[in-house]
Every structure is written in C-alpha cells, then in structure tokens.
C-alpha cells in the first residue's frame, strides 16, 4: 500500500487492532505490532521466524510518551535532545506505569525506545498513539529491509498489512545505547556513528566487554535475558512438595494439589497465547518465593522453539549475567 493518508489510517487502525504492519523508519523497515499487546507481539515472534525472544524496541512519536516507558536520566535525556528523532535507541529502566507487554521486553526491567525521524512512522505512531514494537521485517536470520518488497519478499503471508514509503535513508539499524545509572553503554553501532554520540556527552562510550569482571551489572544487559530468582525443573512430570509450577495445556500432573501456586501458559494448548504470557506468567510465580517453579513440557514447534529457548536459559545455572 502506497504511503498516503488513507494508509496512513489504515496502518494505525491495524495496529490498534492488534495487527502486524510493516512501515518504512529512516533506518530500516520495521514489523509494527501493538506493544501493550502480548497477543499481537507473540504473532509478530512468529512471522518473524525467531528461535528466541529477543527484547524488541518500542517506538513512540515524542519524547513525553517516551518518558512514560522508561526513566530517562540526565545522560539519556541529553541523548534525546541531541538524536531524537532519529536512529537512536536508548534502553533505560522501565517506568513505573509503562504498560508494554513483558514479552515485548523479554521478561526484562529495562526497555529500548526509539523516537524514528520518518515522516510515515511518525505519522503511524502519532496515529495510533500507543507504544509500537518494530523489530527488522525481515525473517530472523535474513537481512534488514530498506524497501518494502523486501519485506514481502520475506513476510508475505504473515503478516497484515506493508506500508511502501520508498527505500529508506539511513540503511542500517539504529544505534543502541544503554543509559541504565552507570556510563552510557554501546550496544549495538548503527546509524548514529559513535564520535556524534560521544560529542554530545563529551565522554567516551563504554563497550559491554570494558565492564568490571566483578562490578555491579545491569540485569539483562549482556545477556539479555531474564533470570527468575527461582530454578526452574524443565520437563517436569509430576509436581514435588513445595514446587509452584508452570502448566501448558489441559492435562494435569501428579502431585499437583501441593504446588504452592500453579500457573497455566495456555490450558487450550496454543503456543501463541502461551509466548504472550511467558514471562508474566513466569514473574508471577517466582513473586511467590518458591525456591523451584517445575516447568511442564512445551512442544517444541514454532513457537515453542522460542518459549524452550527462553525456559532453557532461565534454567542455565545462574552465570555473572544474571544477578
Ligand atoms: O533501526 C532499528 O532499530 C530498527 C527499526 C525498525 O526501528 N529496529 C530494529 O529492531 O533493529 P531489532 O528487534 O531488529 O533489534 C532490537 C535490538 C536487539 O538486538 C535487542 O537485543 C536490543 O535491541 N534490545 C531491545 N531491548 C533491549 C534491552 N532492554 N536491553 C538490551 N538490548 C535490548
Ligand atoms: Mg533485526
């Protein structure tokens, strides 16, 4: 659909709906879906093809809905003012308040946020008014696209809905910097060279790899992922004293009635709906203190892929990236 108006509402009105829209940003072409929308974001993991859940960057159209998603301090609101919009994604400690879905930001307490400097997706995301997560619309493992039959090339049939705003300026993807109380962090160079980064804080960028071998880490930040303060029993087939469990389908386990809490990812069985409630599912139950969640197995097609991938490395013994 050619970028007028008319598309213009018509990709608001998808996404508001919980659809999956394909929009061109100054740095590459995004897959736009609902952030507040688990159900939504499980579809998108899904078109996408990702074997795991990454954190996804949501994108707002001005600084105030920005600031309602993460707690920007002073480094990350100079970085605003100076590369906002623009291909800058700052990841900073999610806001009291900020209502995107936990599977959006993987389960983590810090969320990426980009305000894009394209006249379409600015006009999208002012229109939907609502925090809109875009990874590449490319399928995992394949290119970034900077025109939209790229992304059909890829993703036709998956998804709703492809915005043709023309190829993209910038090219590569945005550039990740980490604001998260110690020096800003470079997580990913892109768009916005590190020197202009660095002259606006007129000090250098640290590299993940410079931190201390014992100092203070951000949770998730090298390995991006969340880790329950609970161990986790993978493939459990019968619930031991004292164990919360995580269920998935309608069947039940033995020793179930003495599980401190039981939660269901999805008794109907559908991998969709249980990725949506993953990690909330997950965080409720280690919120019980229970010293061992016993998992039930998930099937491992589609996205069950993803969901064992995330549960494997929840389970991995607890490595310095996941204090
Ligand atoms: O230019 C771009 O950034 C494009 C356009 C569409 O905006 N989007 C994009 O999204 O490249 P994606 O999903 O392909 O890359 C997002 C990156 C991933 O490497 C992810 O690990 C990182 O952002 N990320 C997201 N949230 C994070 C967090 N809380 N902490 C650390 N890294 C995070
Ligand atoms: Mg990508």
């Known amino acids: 659909m050619k970028a007028d108006a008319a598309a213009v509402r018509a990709a608001a009105d998808g996404l508001a709906a919980g659809a999956l829209v394909a929009f061109p940003t100054e740095t590459v072409y995004g897959l736009g879906a609902d952030a507040e929308n688990a159900l939504a974001v499980a579809r998108l993991y899904a078109a996408k093809g990702r074997p795991s859940f990454n954190p996804l960057i949501a994108h707002v159209a001005d600084l105030l809905s ?31 308040g900020c209502r995107v879905c936990a599977l959006a930001t993987a389960g983590l307490d810090t969320i990426a946020v980009r305000i894009p400097d394209h006249p ?17 619309a490319n399928r995992s493992g394949h290119l970034s696209p900077t025109r939209a039959d790229h992304v059909l090339a890829d993703l036709a049939g998956q998804i709703d809905l492809v ?9 590569v993807e945005s550039t990740i910097v980490a604001c998260l109380g110690v020096r800003p962090m470079l997580l990913r160079p892109g768009g916005i060279p590190r020197a202009a980064i660095e002259r606006v804080l007129d000090a250098p960028l640290d590299e993940p790899s410079a931190m ?33 469990l995580l269920a998935f389908g309608p069947g039940s386990l033995p020793g179930v009635s003495q599980a401190t809490r039981v939660l269901n990812l999805s008794v109907r069985g559908d991998l969709l709906e249980a990725a949506a409630n993953l ?6 139950l280690d919120a019980v203190g229970t010293g061992t969640i016993a998992v039930m197995p998930v099937p491992r097609e589609d996205l069950g892929e993803a969901i064992n991938d995330r549960l494997a490395r929840a389970a991995a013994p607890r490595g310095r990236a996941a204090v």
């Open 163 to 171: 915005i043709d705003g023309g190829p993209t300026g910038v090219g």
């Open 120 to 136: 379409v997706a600015r006009a999208i995301l002012t229109g939907v008014a609502r925090p809109i997560v875009a990874p590449s």
């Open 66 to 96: 920005a600031r309602k998603l993460a707690r920007l301090d002073a480094v990350a609101e100079r970085l605003a003012a100076a590369f906002w919009p623009g291909a800058l994604t700052i990841v900073a400690p999610r806001a009291m």
């Open 279 to 284: 990690f909330a599912c997950l965080r409720a």
């Open 212 to 244: 201390p071998a014992d100092g203070p880490l951000a949770p998730g930040l090298l390995a991006s992922h969340y880790a329950p303060r609970a161990r986790l029993r993978l493939e459990a087939r019968a619930v031991q004293p004292g164990e919360a």
